[in-house]
């Protein structure tokens, strides 16, 4: 309701006078990442790990970054930031992954086209290493948007992924963490105090959205479980018309909500609306109320007793943060010189629209 009585009252205001000199804007990029979202303690946080997080996230932000500074495409740039995360053991994603309930990890990973809306996306892969880039080629070598298991590693074999053995994947953390569920007979939630999904969303110089996500998904998982990461519309969403949207979370309630396409699908409806009233767009308006909207669907989810986050990106630019969470692991980059990572809430320092 509050979405749609400011759309309201925006679609009223008379129309501002459309300049006939107006030069075109200059061209810019975007990126988001994030590494997962939680219950996050900061006293529990030592200035140590705080510092690996950090670091972990910034090579990750930078590669992005350094592809869109150069003219590349959001697509590649998702990749680029993706792939480090998935090869850190800090984020459960690639190496690092949660263990399921028999003892193995299995890997989700999905990612969308904003310029066509091509997506490709895997699901309980054992042996790849980057899912990342395996989601990738399912939507370009593949006439299928998603693949499975057993199905999607003849896939890989096929394209020539090589065979990554399980071990690679492992870790004595995750192992501690699904011997701690057992033992004590506890629900994934406690012994995950966070979602360390990983994921990125970029606008390119071309005006181009993509998002990317990648995840092992929940510690002591059963039943071949999926959850929202490798989900078109629910964990990952890109429309060059709309945003790029990646999520982290609780996933049984982020696809329930499909919270990826509809944030996008609001934003798609009513932004149109906005620049026609506010021409020349004014783009802290427009910022402001894609906040809103993302903020609005985290709470639809919040709401259904589900938590955790989501990053969008604009295509004016905007690279947004929102989630109902203590933190989340994530950074933004963008052509107007903001470079920045956080962990928990409030702690950015800039804006990633300039107010002025």
């Given at each position: ?33 994030h590494?997962?979202a ?19 996230l910034q090579?990750a ?5 350094k ?18 995360m ?9 190496k ?33 290493k980057?899912?990342?880039l395996l ?5 370009t ?14 896939f ?20 501690e ?6 033992a ?22 071309q ?8 995840t ?5 998982k ?28 609780w ?9 990826a ?22 783009p ?14 985290m ?7 589900g ?22 692991y ?27």
């Amino acid at each position: 309701m509050k979405n749609l009585i400011t759309l309201i009252a925006l679609t009223l205001l008379p129309t501002a006078a459309v300049a006939q000199d107006t030069p075109p804007p200059e061209p810019k990029w975007s990126i988001a990442i994030h590494g997962g979202a939680g219950t996050l303690d900061r006293d529990a946080m030592t200035p140590e790990r705080r510092a690996d997080y950090e670091a972990a996230l910034q090579v990750a932000l930078d590669a992005g970054a350094k592809v869109l500074a150069e003219g590349g495409s959001a697509m590649d740039a998702i990749k680029a930031a993706i792939i480090p995360m998935e090869d850190s053991p800090l984020f459960n994603a690639g190496k690092g992954a949660v263990f399921t309930w028999d003892g193995t990890n299995e890997l989700d990973s999905s990612i969308m086209d904003g310029r066509d809306r091509s997506a490709g996306a895997v699901a309980g892969v054992k042996t790849v290493k980057n899912p990342i880039l395996l989601a990738d080629s399912v939507r370009t070598a593949s006439p299928h948007v998603m693949l499975m298991g057993a199905g999607a590693e003849a896939f890989a074999a096929e394209q020539g992924f090589a065979v990554t053995p399980p071990e690679y994947f492992a870790t004595p953390a995750r192992a501690e963490a699904l011997e701690r569920m057992k033992a004590q007979q506890l629900s994934a939630l406690d012994v995950d105090h966070k979602f360390g999904t990983v994921g990125a969303v970029a606008l390119d110089m071309q005006g181009n959205l993509a998002a990317g996500t990648s995840t092992g998904g929940m510690t002591g998982k059963r039943w071949g479980r999926v959850g929202d990461a490798p989900v078109i519309g629910a964990g990952t969403y890109a429309d060059n018309r709309a945003c790029a949207v990646s999520a982290t979370g609780w996933g049984e309630y982020f696809l329930r909500v499909g919270v990826a396409h509809e944030i996008c699908a609001r934003l798609r409806y009513t932004i149109p609306a906005l620049e026609f009233r506010l021409h020349p767009w004014d783009p802290i308006t427009i910022k402001n109320y894609a906040q809103t909207v993302a903020d609005e669907v985290m709470a639809d989810v919040k709401d259904l007793g589900g938590d955790g986050g989501v990053i969008l990106v604009t295509p004016h630019g905007d690279a947004i943060f929102s989630f109902n969470t203590s933190g989340m692991y994530r950074g933004r980059a963008t052509s107007d010189g903001v470079n920045e990572v956080a962990i928990f809430g409030g702690e950015e320092q800039a804006s990633a629209t300039p107010d002025h």
